[in-house]
């Protein structure tokens, strides 16, 4: 098994024992469905933290790179916004 996998499975299983205590504490079923819909918003909360993250790297190395370099004093972080 590799190790997106694995991690993929751990996530799961969290979901779904946090999502199935919240379920029964409400008394709704959690089917195999409201299973799919949860783990489909998960996969997009990772994604969208993901590029955050990755976008905000991006734009610090960049700015920091420009400043310590002395290219582009005014817009500097402009152009980092731009390359991020």
Do not use: C
Request: glycine share 10%; net charge positive.
């Amino acid at each position: 098994m590799s190790i997106g996998k694995f991690i993929w499975n751990i996530v799961e299983t969290i979901v779904r024992g946090v999502f199935g205590f919240i379920f029964k504490l409400i008394g709704k079923e959690y089917t195999d469905s409201v299973h799919e819909g949860l783990m489909q918003f998960v996969k997009f909360g990772i994604v969208g933290l993901s590029n955050t993250v990755l976008s905000y790297v991006l734009y610090a190395v960049s700015l920091l790179g420009m400043q310590k370099a002395g290219l582009f004093p005014k817009v500097d972080y402009l152009i980092a916004q731009i390359i991020a």
